[in-house]
């Protein structure tokens, strides 16, 4: 349907998935087409973290904490120490989380959100392109690489794992959680699937073609689960009232009376979290 290459095999021959994505006929991935893209830049550089995406992003800090927490705990079973390297890094939660245990660098477009991660942080997130990242940019070869609920957005995941690759030394990992279109709650709720909506989410992986992707630049998945992750209740009342419904009066209404503090944490076992070691 299109002669643009798939990112994960090569091939470029596609079919119509969902109505409104395509989906590679020789390895399964599933994608935007072209048209659905938008500059990423003007994407995320607005209110893409108070009230496109998120309610409020900085508000929940207590709950993204509890996440990266468990996150950073894997990492560590992996790598004990040693340079860290955040793309996506937001308003720095996980970063200064990680750096009891690396010496971290991180980037994200979001300018107003690095320099929150500069400012109350003192963390090194820059803004400019990493795919021009030199060795020196990050502080040497890493020996991790952590991309927390991004890959899924990248106009070219290809081109960020392969200068992940050439960035990180033999026998460092890189850490990845997106969404799994191959999940049963995915292929159960079809288009209707929450994670489903370009042009912020362009890419849709499952495990077969993630890994392959990984194994395409040199990085041999070691370990594949699914996580859970903690909301705030007012932010799950405007993901599913708001985003999905847009029925902005009940979400006011409701969300007078429900505690910025209260929230939960669910597993609907769609979310995959990835692990990958670098060759030797």
Known sequence: MTPIPCIVCGHNRWESHLDILLRC?????????????????????GDYFKGEEYLDYLADEPFFRRNFRKRLRHVLKWCPEGRLLEIGAAYGFFMDLARAHFS????ELNTE????????????????????AV????????????????????????RYI???ARLTRPGGILCITTGDIG??????????????HPPSHLHYFNRQTLTQLLNRYGF??????????????????????????????????LARITPRSLGVTINTFDIMQVTAQKGT
Request: charged share 25%; glycine share 6%; hydrophobic share 45%.
């Open 25 to 45: 006929t020789a390895c399964g991935f599933v994608t935007a087409p072209p048209d659905a893209r938008l500059n990423v830049h003007a994407l995320y550089e």
């Open 104 to 107: 971290v660098t991180g980037y």
């Open 113 to 132: 959100a690095a320099e929150h991660a500069r400012e109350a942080f003192g963390l090194e997130v820059r803004t400019s392109d990493f795919l021009k």
């Open 135 to 158: 060795p020196r940019d990050v502080g040497g070869m890493l020996d991790a690489t952590v991309m927390w609920d991004v890959i899924e957005h990248l106009d070219r995941p290809d």
């Open 162 to 164: 392969a200068h992940v």
């Open 183 to 196: 999940s049963w709650l995915a292929r159960r709720r079809g288009r209707k699937w929450r994670l489903i």
């Open 220 to 253: 041999a998945v070691v370990d594949m689960r699914t996580v859970g992750v903690a909301r705030s209740f007012r932010q799950v009342l405007y993901s599913v009232l708001v985003l999905r419904l847009n029925m902005q009066g009940l979400y006011d209404l």
